[in-house]
Structure formats: C-alpha cells, structure tokens
C-alpha cells in the first residue's frame, strides 16, 4: 500500500526508502531506511563511497494519523564510519529534529491544529499528553516570535491589566499600526517596559508617539530610554479618573452630611415629587437647601461631562485654551477631588495636547482586553507564563473561538 513516494508526498519523507507497511494494534507502521545516495558522513560530509556501514540502530516516530488511525515510522539506520574523516558516527535523521520522536511534519501538523482548536482538544485527537502539544506550540511561536522584526515600529501603547485578584498586573505594549502585542511583562514597574524599550531602540525603529495612561513608572520607563519621543495620555484613563472623582466626591458628601442636611435629605423625598406650583414657603426653604446640598456633585458631573469634549477640539491651540479654562473652572470649585484632577491634567498637559499631534491612544489595548480575558480562563491558566506571554504577543492571528 504505501510507498516511498506516498511516504514523500505524504509525510515528507525525503531522501528514504520505503521497505514495508504493518498495521499493528490500531497503528500504521512505515519501515524505512535512508536511500544511499543520501548517505552523508555527519562530521566531514563525505559521501556515501566514503562510509562503511557497520552497525545498525531502530528509532520510532509519530507520524501524522491517517483519520482516526495512528501512524508511525520506524527508521532502520546505520552507524557508519567514515574513511575520510575517521568519525563513527550515526546517519544523520532528516526528517526529525535532534532527539524529537515525531516527524517535522507532525509537529507542523499539531502547529496548525493549536491554532483553530484549543490544545486540550488537539491532544485528546492525537492521543498526545496536553504538555506535549502545549510545548510543542509554544516552541513554534518562540521561532517566530525570535524572527519579528521591530525596526518598522513607528507607533505603540502601553497598558496594564490585571492578571490576579489583588492587584498583580502585567504590563502590554501594542504595536498600534499592527495590532501586535510587541511585548508583555509581569508587573508594572519601569523595568515592566525598559528592556522591551531599549530593543525597540537597538533595532533602530524610528518611534513616533507612545499612547498610555499618566502611570509615573511607566513614564519613567519611556523616558529612561526615549528621552523626546511625545507620550499621548488618552482619553480613556483621563476619562476614568474623572469618574473616580466623581464617585469620591459622592461619598465624602454623604459622609460629611450630619443631623440637620440628613434630615434635609431624609424628609425630601415627598417634597421633590410634589408639583411645584404647590410648594409653600418653608418647602421652597426646604428645595434650596436641598439644591445646595447637591450641588458639589451636581457641578462635579458638569466637570466630567464637559472634560470629554476637550477631545473634540478642532485643533491643539482650541485644545490649550479649552483645558486651561477647565482647570480654572475645576480649581474654583474647591472640590478636593476634582482640584486634584485639575492639578494632575496640569501637570500632564504636554501629554494631553500631544493628542492633537498623533491621535492615537490606548483605545485598542482596551479592545483586545476582551481576547486576553478568554486566554485568561483557559485551562492553563498561568502554569506557564512564558507561554502566556507567546500567546499574547500572537493574539492578533488566534481565532476569538479560541480556547486553550
Ligand atoms: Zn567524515
């Protein structure tokens, strides 16, 4: 039935000749040996004229299945000494890598498996152990990952997420005109970025713009190793502190109120659903004081609402003007939180006018959250974080269906 060009054509079998077929236990077993002409010495090259042969050896391969049934080749090899260079040594296996029991063409088989189908799947299909799929996989996107070239990078945001409860973060850098994940790293310390920085520099990529939050260790980091590349703080992180302020300036309120402005909020609840016309003087009393209590959150939602329009800006000297009259407005009110806000845009301007520059921000981090949450739940959770982190920097190219 198989032949040495079925072997070739099917399993990539080159430079071997078949010499028979068993089916055994359920298994397809292809015996071969090396054809002659292929016969090299190890050490000098020397061909086939110059070995002897002078012993033999047996190896065993998984090879791809055909259906549901299990194939493996059985390798009938020699031990040769060559003439030329005097060394003793074994034929050399063309079709397996070093000391691996399965053919190349397995593990490019197992490769295309991982990719649409989750590895649990794929070695319960190969009857393969989960490791063993697993590591096979990750050894693929090491190779390629080795072979990805930074000097293109013109573009990149940095973002945390948190990988465990209790505030373990890992820090992601997203190539923005790709879509790639160039780099992940445990924590969210300069030393998260810095390395990553330096080889970004190394491979002469010429840097435009980086998009993150107002995170100090991550500025720190850029700036360590960028010292004038413009940093965009985006939208996002901006916008989400100032509904952080929101809240806090929400629960100091309802904090600090006491006897009489409780009572003032306790009893209003009649008074604000009643129509207005039939309001008489001490419920009036009671509606201002009501007004006044509210009014910190009430020019606190204004704040933030009005903060988001600083993006619509027609252009960087409407921006300036814009923040600049917002921060006046925040100070005025002398509510802490939004002071402290106002404060820190100030101090982060360059940052946010840069926008108006580049236009980029960490937007797209949070889009492909939901692709790291899946990877997140999968099976293995973080046993092998290298492999984690290979699966993140190829999270472009994995199906959403994906699971692990
Ligand atoms: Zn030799």
Redesign the pocket.
């Known amino acids: 039935m198989a032949t040495t060009s079925f072997l070739y054509h099917s399993l990539g079998l080159r430079g071997y000749r078949h010499l028979a077929t068993r089916y055994e236990g359920g298994c397809l077993i292809h015996h071969v040996e090396m054809a002659p002409d292929k016969r090299r010495?190890?050490?000098?090259?020397?061909p086939d004229s110059?070995?002897i042969l002078y012993g033999r050896f047996q190896r065993t391969f998984k090879a791809l299945p055909v259906g549901s049934r299990r194939q493996m080749v059985v390798l009938h090899g020699h031990e040769q000494v060559?003439?030329?260079?005097?060394?003793k040594?074994r034929e050399p296996i063309l079709f397996a890598e070093g000391s691996r029991r399965h053919l190349r063409c397995f593990e490019r088989f197992v490769v295309d498996l991982c990719w649409i189908a989750p590895i649990k799947h794929v070695a319960r299909f190969l009857g393969v152990s989960w490791n063993f799929v697993k590591d096979m996989f990750k050894r693929h996107l090491g190779r390629r990952l080795k072979k990805r070239s930074l000097k293109g990078v013109r573009r990149i945001a940095i973002d945390e997420f948190s990988i465990r409860k209790g505030h373990q973060y890992m820090t992601v850098i997203l190539d923005l005109d790709t879509g790639e994940i160039l780099h992940s790293a445990e924590g969210r310390s300069a030393d998260a970025v810095i390395p990553f920085l330096r080889r970004l520099k190394a491979a002469s990529a010429k840097l435009q713009a980086v998009a993150m939050d107002m995170w100090p260790a991550y500025l720190l980091g850029v700036r360590e190793v960028f010292e004038d590349v413009p940093i965009v703080h985006d939208t996002y992180h901006i916008v989400a502190l100032a509904n952080a302020a929101i809240d806090a300036t929400r629960r100091d309120m309802y904090r600090s109120l006491k006897g009489q402005d409780r009572r003032v909020l306790k009893g209003s609840r009649f008074l604000l659903l009643k129509g207005g016309e039939r309001l008489d003087h001490s419920a009036l009393t009671h509606l201002e004081k009501l007004e006044h209590l509210n009014r910190p959150l009430f020019q606190a939602y204004l704040l933030k609402e009005d903060l988001r329009r600083f993006w619509r800006s027609a252009d960087k000297t409407a921006a300036k003007k814009f923040l600049g009259a917002w921060i006046a407005r925040a100070l005025a009110t002398r509510h802490k939180h939004f002071v402290k806000l106002a404060k820190t845009l100030r101090a982060h301007r360059n940052g946010l006018f840069a926008y108006f520059d580049h236009r980029i921000s960490t937007g797209p981090l949070e889009g492909i959250n939901n692709k790291i949450k899946v990877l997140k739940r999968q099976a293995y959770g973080f046993r092998d974080i290298e492999y984690f982190k290979l699966r993140l920097a190829f999270l472009h190219e994995s199906t959403p269906a994906f699971a692990g």
């Open positions: 010495c190890k050490g000098c090259g020397a110059d070995l060559c003439r030329r260079c005097g060394s040594l």
